[in-house]
């Protein structure tokens, strides 16, 4: 790390502590109720106890897997369907519109229907993510496709290449990169998928906790659960980049 | 080695280029030339079945595996190492891939690219790229080289010495070329053959020139021989005989007598 970036690290690190202090301060001093914010120690008691009272760990292993099980589906489901378009203009013609409507709205109001369809077990929030995540990956697919280089493709038919070439090293690793480029944004997806499924309805989850805090007013608990999901969020993006730097080295050359 | 005969080529039916007649013997260098735009590339692209004909015919003495086409961008598979995109032509052909790999490495040492597989067409400059682009073709060892202004986008130095390279593997092998160019010094210095296109619409080949110089060739000792001058004065003038402005550089027509004389001379 360069002496500036660090520098700048701890500049960024002190004013969150200066502002946390401030908070813990205004609390303690009586000029903002605790009951609506509460201070900083007061949101990491909470934490500590769901984290090793092991009360957290059922519920965010529910979220996880309706995540990783709706980005796995989804990332099918939206790989399929954009190749197909992209490749059968039937077919496209049959996907595009409803496609672009379900682009166009807030998947998650169609979170509800899935609960009344599949109950308020996995199911349902499998499905919110699934389709949050295919919509988008099927974009990225069918664009993807759709903006190969034809020099490309051209430069390999003179070289003898048939059909099996051309996918295999124009298309699949064309197509890879603009799945990639969307990839960080499913895995959100695939948690708002699943958080918001559990809102909804649900016996179990992150969502299903964050829904119980804010029907007792525990702003502790919310605020707690909020920083959980982001941090989870937050370590998956990093995983992710670390996936795409490794497979698109190079671009970032 | 290859005709091509009454080759008609258009979009939408109407043609660009009609009546095209083309004869290269099997080891002669033939050049195109003609003005940008003019279609040169199609007849490039109908030899090796990127596009359809309106009318004509292309006969072939060899295999369409053994025609390399070399293109006027580089467009190498960015996300391929150096030494897997000059591979690519040696898996198409069922080589096993350490075997591709390895008479990968050699194409690229043999261009000055020893040590270079690893790295990925970003990394290189237009230069290395254009070289990475010619050992892919050269790899299949093709007998047929088709060039499309290969070296259009190369500096001056880097392009000498680019072309003075593929011209001594010209040599060795007894390549067979039809390069298309609208550079005529270029087209000179190479070729044992010059066709000169005309402009279109229904652009035609307007005349046919020899090379009387000897092969093999130094590029920049073939611009000094006593037959390049001449003959790039009358590519000059067959060339601006049609629509080309004539440019302060352009070099002066010649009085009708020195050229019924050229005519002459040309004749014998």
Known sequence: ?253 | MLRVSGLAVGFGGEPILDGIDLDVAAGEFATLVGPSGSGKTSILRVITDLLEPLRGTVELDVGPRDVGFLFQDDALLPWRTVRHNVALGLRIREVSSSDADERAEHWLSLLGLAGFGDRYPAQLSGGQRKRVAIAQVLALRPRLLLMDEPFAALDAIVRTRITQELLDWVERERLTVLLVTHDLEEAISASDAVHVLGHGPRATIRSRHRVAIPRPRRVLEARGHPAFGPLLRRLWDDLAAGKLPQGPNAPARPEPRERAARAEAARS
């Open chain 1, 1 to 253: 790390m360069t002496p500036r970036r660090r520098a700048s690290m701890v500049r960024r690190g002190g004013a969150l502590l200066v502002l946390l202090a401030a908070w813990e301060g205004l609390s303690a001093a009586g000029w903002v109720d605790p009951f609506y914010a509460p201070p900083p120690t007061a949101v990491g008691q909470v934490l500590v106890t769901l984290v090793a009272g092991g009360d957290l760990w059922p519920h965010l292993g529910a979220t996880f897997l309706a995540a990783f099980a709706g980005l796995a589906v989804g990332l099918v489901v939206g790989v399929a369907l954009g190749f197909a378009a992209a490749l059968a203009p039937p077919v496209a013609d049959l996907l595009e519109p409803v496609m672009i409507l379900l682009n166009a709205i807030p998947r998650v109001i169609l979170a509800p229907l899935f609960v009344i369809w599949l109950g308020i077990g996995l199911a349902s929030k499998l499905a919110l993510a699934t389709v949050l995540v295919a919509v988008l990956i099927f974009f990225a697919v069918y664009n993807g496709v759709r903006e190969v280089d034809p020099r490309l493709v051209e430069r390999l038919r003179t070289l003898g290449g048939g059909r099996r070439f051309v996918v295999q090293e124009v298309y699949v690793p064309s197509v890879t990169s603009w799945v990639f480029g969307s990839f960080k944004v499913a895995v959100g997806f695939a948690f708002t998928g699943a958080v918001v499924g559990e809102f909804v309805a649900s016996s179990r989850g992150l969502g299903y906790l964050l829904q119980f805090a804010q029907s007792t007013y525990n702003a502790a608990l919310t605020i707690a659960l909020i920083l959980v999901i982001m941090a989870v969020v937050l370590g998956l993006f990093a995983c992710a980049e670390r996936v795409e730097r490794r497979l698109l080295r190079w671009r970032h050359l």
